[in-house]
């Protein structure tokens, strides 16, 4: 698995967009490790669409994501259903609806190999998340197992902390001090 310091790998991938297309053309974009250049980036994978816990983190995500916006960061979730399945889940699960982030679709799990995500038995996402600052640098890794669900006010934190440049000490939270060298 990759883990701080390492690079972002290079991706090209579907992603179905924010927001409800409003006809077919709008239903798919193309996105990649360049699409966002110069932003912090949140990459979070899940398991499965048409699950149970997933939907809870990717909603929770969702209504996290305007505070994501006001640090110049942007999410994209990932998993290794098609493009089709994302939209059709999209469509189907009320909270998933006018989510404001892509769903990118890995379909060939090339993304989620070089990442080293895949699950050993299940060959499905771990439900990993990456922090990746603006020079596409690996800043922070969690991984949870698959059935647990992770939290994504602690994604914030980190990335408060990160964005900090500073040393932070345990549940620093944004305004708090951070710590000084004597």
């Not at 995500?61 to 994501?68: I, R």
């Amino acid at each position: 698995m990759l883990t701080v310091g390492d690079k972002l790998p290079s991706f090209n991938l579907k992603a179905v967009p924010p927001g409800q297309p409003k006809n077919p053309s709008e239903a798919f974009v193309d996105l990649t490790d360049k699409s966002y250049k110069g932003k912090w980036l949140v990459l979070f994978a899940w398991p499965k669409d048409f699950t149970f816990v997933c939907p809870t983190e990717i909603a929770a995500f969702g209504k996290l994501n305007g505070e994501f916006a006001d640090r110049d960061t942007q999410v994209l979730g990932l998993s290794t259903d098609s493009e089709f399945v994302h939209l059709a889940w999209k469509r189907d699960h009320e909270d998933l609806r006018d989510l404001p982030f892509p769903m990118l679709a890995d379909v060939k799990r090339e993304l989620s190999a070089s990442l080293g995500i895949l699950h050993k038995d299940e060959g499905v996402d771990l439900r990993a998340t990456f922090v990746v600052d603006p020079e596409g640098v690996i800043r922070h890794v969690s991984v949870n197992d698959l059935s647990v669900g992770r939290n994504p006010q602690e994604t914030l934190r980190i990335l408060d902390a990160l964005q900090t440049d500073e040393l932070c000490p345990c549940n620093w939270k944004q305004g708090e001090e951070v710590l000084k060298v004597a």
